[in-house]
């Protein structure tokens, strides 16, 4: 019996890849079919947010945890983000809405990474635009970074009161430090009723006067102080604080070192993220 070619052997494992290749597009047409069923089912129920970040955090987990092989980590995770991005632009149209003040770049390869092309973009020249906008929205998303400027203020206190915007999601979801939109960003949206990750906390405090031992005091209930500005006659701290850690708690033990009176609203939470240790070989060449 003669052997098959490489050309042979090459041209059968092109097959399959196109096999492959239909397979998954019949099977995001299906995705859509139940897409369309399942926004039936939420009109006749009165509606309801078509955001849901503690579903999708939970879905992203299950994700990274069973990828193996040569294809990225990178790869999958944007395809995913793309696919739930557009499907839920699909449910109910939305635009994201972030700030570029601090460079344009870095911002746009973010906004494309997580919500891909289909969903319309707008840019603003810091964080307050970007928050009066998803504020003026019927419930569009704003992207803003974590380390906004200086020129920026105390941001997140556009964030306090019942009605305002709301940080939904801390972004990328999967953290580790080559990741090709990697510049940590938060997301923000109208107070979502339901679906809400809880598993950290994000709070603005605002403190009479600094204190060198806030710092620690911090790390010590395990918070994580993400920015700080002038704030009318004190000083106004964004902290990412753990689920287990209540206002109270916070509150007493800044006290504590002398910072005068506390002040505690909280401004968003978001889900813990999923670390990965080390990066996937790249693909190779098909």
């Known amino acids: 019996m003669t052997e098959p070619t490489p050309e042979q052997i090459l041209g059968e494992l092109r097959v399959d890849i196109d096999r492959i290749d239909a397979g998954m597009h019949a099977l995001l047409m299906e995705r859509s079919a139940i897409i369309d069923r399942l926004i ?28 193996k092989g040569l294809l990225p980590l990178d790869t999958v995770e944007g395809i995913w983000r793309i696919i739930i991005a557009t499907f839920t ?10 700030d570029t003040g601090s460079g344009d770049a870095a911002m746009r390869d973010s906004v494309r990474f997580h ?29 803003v970074r974590l380390d906004s400027g200086p020129s920026s203020g105390a941001w997140w206190r556009d964030l306090a009161g019942a009605d305002a915007p709301k940080i939904i999601a801390r972004l ?26 809880r598993e950290v906390l994000i ?15 911090l ?8 920015g700080n500005a002038a704030d009318g006659n004190g000083l106004s701290l964004l902290l990412a604080t753990p689920s287990d ?15 005068g009176d506390v002040r505690v ?5 978001h889900a813990a993220r999923y670390e990965v240790a080390r990066h996937a070989r790249p693909l190779a060449a098909e």
């Open 40 to 67: 039936a089912v939420k009109e006749r129920q009165g509606g309801g947010s078509a955001f849901r970040p503690g579903r999708e955090a939970s879905m992203m987990r299950a994700m990274a945890e069973r990828h």
């Open 89 to 98: 632009y699909v449910q109910s149209n939305y635009s994201v809405h972030a």
């Open 115 to 143: 919500f891909g092309f289909t969903v319309p973009f707008h840019t603003y020249n810091g964080p307050a635009g970007v928050i009066g906008a998803v504020a003026a929205s019927g419930g569009d998303l704003g992207v």
């Open 172 to 197: 990328p979801f999967v953290e580790r430090p080559d990741h090709p939109a990697g510049m940590p960003v938060f997301v923000l949206s109208k107070p979502l009723a339901e679906a809400a990750a």
């Open 203 to 217: 709070r603005s405090v605002h403190l009479d006067r600094w204190r060198d031992g806030v710092p620690t005091a």
């Open 219 to 226: 790390a010590d209930l395990r918070c994580e102080m993400l």
């Open 245 to 259: 850690i209540d206002e109270n708690m916070l509150r007493r033990a800044l006290q504590g070192i002398g910072v």
């Open 265 to 269: 609203e909280e401004v968003g939470s």
